[in-house]
């Protein structure tokens, strides 16, 4: 090993570590705030409000964690947004598909006119009343369609599935099977859809983690609790300070009780982070290479 | 040669497979620019959109010439502007660096960390500022006492808006922005760099002289597209840190259209829907000039 090394000057050496000392800083930013909350979130309720929490947890309880559990609209706020990502993804991809696939051929006549209708969307919107009033009309405010159907595709996605398309899938392909008597609802079935797992576990990431964290649709066409997702329950606790005062009447005090509230907001804010920060290290490089697809041609 | 009839029929599966997109398109894309013509008329809901009065520009005067006009305006453009500048320089640095780590777990564990609050939502990530800052208990204010300073009301003061909304942005998504850095870096010629070490250029040289002008050009362009989305926030953010005491700095145009056609009792669908058709032109305009831009320097990028 020591050989194959060839060795650097003083002036790099000392470059390399101003680097990694910069790189440094800038990691333990963005890492503290997330183990601080992390060490409040299992701390004892006095001890943050006090500020003795700074780095590690202090007397370490679950009271937070109990608090949030026993929180009747988290959990169905949990449910409705599994569902809500679940279903819109699905629609998601079947759409971002049969629009990406014929978009990529070169024979699709008038290709240039329909790209044009597509994009011109993304460049111009009517605005959010009449998209508004558009849903209200449709007879789909408080329904799960009101979730899933108006961001039912992204032009932005489409394109980037549309050039992975292009380059992924050689034009002898679908000429060989066109010669062995393949029509093109065959060939998008079976060859484009195989072929595809890549890009397809991209634009899924990227539409349900969209779905996941969305909140303004839900806040503007959903008006009933049993339908809200979590971001909803979320924005109510954490931002309006919503929490039901019932829920912590057990505590007498009003001092504790207090603490007692932050602390279940810290918690909250793990639970409901958690779930994508401990699959998202998995699925990075699916992230990564979605960048890389969409600046081929962004 | 065929004739268009022909050469569409020969493809008819393919418009079939794009049915569907185009009538989402057609519905939830198109039909709301032809609902956006409520902002020239004053729309009731019994009458509908096609047979409510036509004011013409009534709506568009009353939004210019009111008092929240230049404020909104302003609020805006300065909220993007500093968004831009404070924002831009970050990814790039961080990129730069990443690049010239040689050890795989250093380089990993700071993309991995960097990357994470990307994936935050703006409710949670917004939460966590109030917790934070939060004048009583949170740790800011604690860290500033312990050292003998006046605990602050970030969130009520107007004052610090802007910067807590930029800078928690780019706590956020500096990481994740920078991939788009990397991937322009490892499409720079190695032998541009072995060129340069064996001409004995040190470590400083070759970044400043080969990487930063191998993404400077991305970074441009990134840059003059971004500016043609000048009137578009992170409006969901901005609106939920609003609140009483910091609305003198935080009123966007997204926010005011919401709180006008949405929220306030009087239903001015028309006023709304006028003041956002407002923004989409301009908006539009923008992205026009920008493209315009962006072709030339990439032209001249080029050559």
Known sequence: ?298 | MYRPLERIFKVWQLYALLALPLLYLIVFKYVPMYGAQIAFKDFTVAKGIWDSDWVGLKHFDRFVHSYDFGKIMANTLLLNVYNLIAGFPFPLILALGLNYVRVRWFKKTVQMVTYAPHFISTVVMVGMLFELLDPRNGIVNNLLQAFGFEAVNFMGNPEYFKSIYVWSGIWQSAGFNCIIFLAALSSIDPSLHEAAVIDGASQRQRMLHIDLPGIVPVAVILLILNMGSMLDVGFEKVLLMQNPLNTRTSEVIDTYVYKVGLVSQAMNYSYSAAIGLFKSVIGFLLILAVNQLARKTNQASLW
């Open chain 1, 1 to 298: 090993m020591e050989h194959t090394r060839i060795k650097s000057s003083v002036g790099d050496r000392l470059f390399t570590s101003m680097i990694y000392a910069l790189l440094s800083v800038f990691f333990l930013m963005v890492l503290y705030p997330l183990i601080f909350i992390l060490s409040a979130s299992i701390s004892d309720p006095s001890a943050v409000v006090s500020g003795k929490v700074w780095l590690w947890p202090v007397q370490p309880t679950l009271m937070g964690y109990e608090a949030v559990f026993k929180h009747k609209l988290i959990g169905s706020g949990f449910a409705n947004s599994v569902y809500y990502t679940v279903f819109g993804t699905l629609i998601n991809i079947v759409m971002t598909v049969l629009a990406a696939y014929p978009l990529s051929r070169s024979d699709l006549y008038g290709k240039n006119v329909i790209m044009l209708l597509f994009v011109f969307t993304t460049m111009f919107s009517g605005g959010l009343i009449p998209g508004y009033l558009l849903v209200k009309d449709l007879g789909m405010l408080n329904t799960v369609w009101a979730m899933v159907l108006p961001g039912a595709l992204s032009v932005w996605n489409v394109i980037i599935t549309r050039t992975y398309f292009q380059t992924a899938l050689p034009a002898e392909l679908l000429e060989a099977a066109q010669i062995d008597g393949c029509n093109d609802f065959k060939f998008v079935g079976k060859i484009v859809i195989p072929l595809s797992g890549p890009i397809i576990a991209v634009m899924t990431l990227y539409y349900a983690v969209g779905h996941w964290n969305q909140y303004f649709n839900a806040m503007i066409f959903l008006n009933k609790q049993n339908l809200y997702p979590l971001q909803i329950v979320l924005r109510n606790i954490l931002i309006q300070n919503d929490v039901n005062a019932l829920m912590l009447s057990d505590i007498a005090n009003v001092a504790q009780r207090e603490a007692l509230r932050v602390l279940l907001k810290y918690s909250l804010i793990v639970v409901s982070t958690l779930p994508l920060m401990l699959v998202y290290p998995f699925v990075q490089k699916h992230f990564v290479k979605g960048v890389m697809i969409g600046s081929l041609k962004g």
